[in-house]
């Protein structure tokens, strides 16, 4: 319970980061970036990430712009906005930080 | 072959196939709950509505697979994710809405638990009554059925019920916008609770069509489990015995209008209902249907509400249940009506006063014949009293014995007599005059014993009407007068026990001793309180 419990916290974390990085690669659709997270084996259902998504642009880190589709209605694209760029550049060090104290603490061990 | 049901998410329209439709609609209800507190709630239900859509279209190819099945929309949830899975991922950036959390893991909770923010109003789309129960019902998280079944146990008790209900229903107010009923159910008026609460009326017409299954299931729903099983049951039971309760009462009814009205027909004389007998037979069977009525239809109504709790019937159609209204006012009025007409026909009372003298004797004995009975002065069982009987009904049932006698003094010179006054009641001085004469009612004088009857018989035909026969015995002063014991409860204005308790223990019979003098009858025998506390004193002494 208390690992699950962890885990949850540890992938939620990561969730805005991957989404926001992925995003800033250049304009993309939501199932899209499902499949980017597939790919990263980080697992998440697509309800999950419309709300996220909305949260980000409601901070103003993302903007969408309606395309039409062939198939069904027509399509949000995400785009990631200058003040998106400054929270990923912090998020990276802060990442990159975080990644040095997690190897630093497991060095050595078996 | 199955039936398809066309819908439209965001303008795009779908075959979907009717049990196909019924798992999405399940998930989107859930959904919308899901989000519903969170203040993007609009923006994410589109975004999400949209990607189904989206992703039905794909599965759609004209000309071979037009319509969406269940295997679909399963993929569709699958890939989007059910409510669960979205709790795991958006527990933590949802903590500042925690509230919202605990109170809707999965929308069944908040109906247990105790309202925070609802108001107290009546429902109108949900009513017996005036929609107090089904308020009531909202406003503590329980279902109406069982807050009705607890106002009745309240009528049933005392009444008690019928006055609060009365008061509640003046103070609550009506829930009739939509607003208003969300603030009643305890939700905040946002456009995704409009959607939702417009939604669920849907569903409630069409759950009505589609009977009473679909109802039960909802009724399992909202109740939950546990606690709320145990209170269904408990209130279950508690609906059977009021059920049987009501019902026997309505059955009790029926035999006793049956056994009243062969009583106005005159074939059976064992029951008797005092107020009918105040009126002419052809009225009183209408106040007797009127007054059964009245009494029964409410009972019939609460009967009915407990087969419907048990049962799960179909309420009255409107029609019926008007007719039953109406009916009962009806009755209420043919009732006030006929008290009315009762009560004006003891408007005008009159007196008639007749003088018949006494001989004179220097000792009168007073004394009562009890004319219900005949003496008997002895027989083999041992009785010595028998009932007399006519027509096969006791004659006590036909007697009055509204009499009472007084004594007053004359001056020792006079010749003693009695004053009879006759009254009598009517809806005229000239009709209350005639039932008054109507009265038979003389005591017969043997030698020096003056024999008042117990009883005056009414005419056979008449109705009784307050006829009394007030009794004035004038005697000179000096007269010695005796009363027997028997006489004493028509006696007015002497203490009959007060001269009773002056004799000795040994001394005391059936009769006490009197003596007229100027200012009434008195007792002839002085006061023993002395000997009392000398009795005292010698109990004192001899200890």
């Known amino acids: 319970m208390i690992a699950e ?11 805005e980061y991957c989404i926001l990085s992925i995003i800033s690669k250049g304009e993309i659709y939501a199932s899209d970036i499902i499949g980017e997270l597939k790919k990263a084996e980080l697992l998440v259902v697509e309800g999950t990430l419309y709300p996220l998504l909305t949260r980000l642009k409601n901070n103003g880190l993302l903007s969408y712009s309606w395309k039409e589709s062939t198939s069904g209605p027509p399509r949000k694209y995400y785009q990631i906005t200058s003040e998106g760029t400054e ?10 930080e975080l990644v040095y104290a997690v190897e630093t603490s497991l060095f050595g061990r078996k | 072959m199955n039936k398809t049901i066309i819908i439209n998410i965001n303008s795009i329209v779908f075959h979907i196939e009717e049990d196909a439709y019924e798992t999405l609609r399940g998930y989107m209800i859930d959904i919308k709950r899901h989000f519903s507190q969170s203040a993007d709630s609009g923006e994410i239900l589109l975004d999400i509505e949209n990607r189904i859509a989206e992703m039905f279209s794909e599965r759609i190819q004209t000309g071979r697979k037009e319509v969406i099945n269940k295997d679909d929309v399963s993929e569709v949830i699958a890939q989007m994710g059910r409510v669960s899975d979205f709790e795991e991922a958006s527990e933590e950036e949802e903590k500042g809405q925690q509230s919202f959390h605990q109170q809707e893991p999965s929308g069944e909770e908040d109906h247990k638990s105790f309202p925070t923010g609802k108001k107290l109003m009546r429902d109108p789309e949900d009513t017996t009554i005036g929609g107090v129960c089904s308020g009531l019902g909202h406003y503590f998280g329980v279902q109406p059925k069982w807050m009705r079944a607890f106002f009745i146990l309240f009528v049933l008790i005392g009444g008690s019920g019928v006055l609060l209900y009365i008061v509640l229903w003046a103070v609550m107010p009506v829930a009739s916008t939509r607003t208003d009923r969300m603030a009643m159910r305890g939700e905040a008026p946002n456009l995704q609770n409009f959607k939702k609460s417009f939604e669920e009326e849907m569903e409630g017409i069409r759950e009505n069509l589609s009977g009473a299954n679909a109802h039960f299931s909802r009724g399992l729903r909202t109740v939950g489990t546990g606690f709320g099983e145990i209170f269904k049951f408990i209130g279950k039971a508690l609906a059977a015995c009021m059920l049987v309760v009501t019902g026997s009462v309505v059955f009790g009814l029926f035999f006793f209008c049956v056994a009243c009205t062969l009583a106005i027909m005159g074939y059976q004389e064992e029951i008797k209902f005092p107020p009918l007998e105040i009126l002419q037979p052809g009225q009183a069977f209408f106040a007797l249907l009127a007054g059964t009525l009245a009494v029964a239809l409410p009972f019939i109504a609460l009967f009915y509400i407990f087969l419907r709790i048990l049962f799960k019937i179909k309420p009255l159609n409107n029609y019926l249940s008007l007719g039953m209204w109406a009916t009962w006012i009806v009755s209420i009025i043919v009732v006030i009506f006929y008290c009315v007409i009762g009560a004006q026909d003891f408007r005008e009372d009159s007196i008639i006063k007749v003088d018949r003298t006494l001989k004179t004797q220097s000792v009168y004995s007073f004394s009562e014949k009890d004319v219900r009975v005949i003496e008997a002065s002895s027989s083999a069982d041992g009785k010595t009293k028998y009932d007399i009987q006519v027509d096969g009904e006791s004659l006590h049932n036909l007697l009055r014995s509204d009499i ?62 307050d006829q009394r026969v007030n009794v004035v015995v004038y005697l000179p002063v000096g007269a010695k007068v005796e009363i027997m014991e028997s006489l004493q409860n028509k006696i007015r204005e002497i203490a009959y026990d007060n001269c009773y308790d002056n004799y000795t223990d040994e001394s005391k019979t059936k009769q006490t001793e009197w003596i007229m003098t100027k200012s009434g009858l008195t007792c002839a025998i002085p006061e023993k309180l002395d000997e009392e506390e000398n009795e005292e004193k010698d109990a004192t002494q001899s200890e």
């Open chain 1, 5 to 15: 419990n962890t885990q949850t916290q540890m992938r939620k974390g990561i969730l």
């Open chain 1, 87 to 96: 929270v990923l550049q912090k998020l990276d060090i802060t990442w990159k």
């Open chain 2, 404 to 465: 009472e006698i007084r004594f007053e003094s004359l001056d020792s010179l006079e010749k003693p007599f009695i004053q009879y006054h006759y009254k009598a009641k009517g809806k005229s001085y000239q009709l209350a005059a005639e039932r008054a004469s109507k009265i038979n009612y003389q005591a017969e004088q043997v030698d020096n014993k003056v024999i008042f009857n117990s009883h005056f018989a009414l005419g056979a035909d008449d109705v009784y009407r």
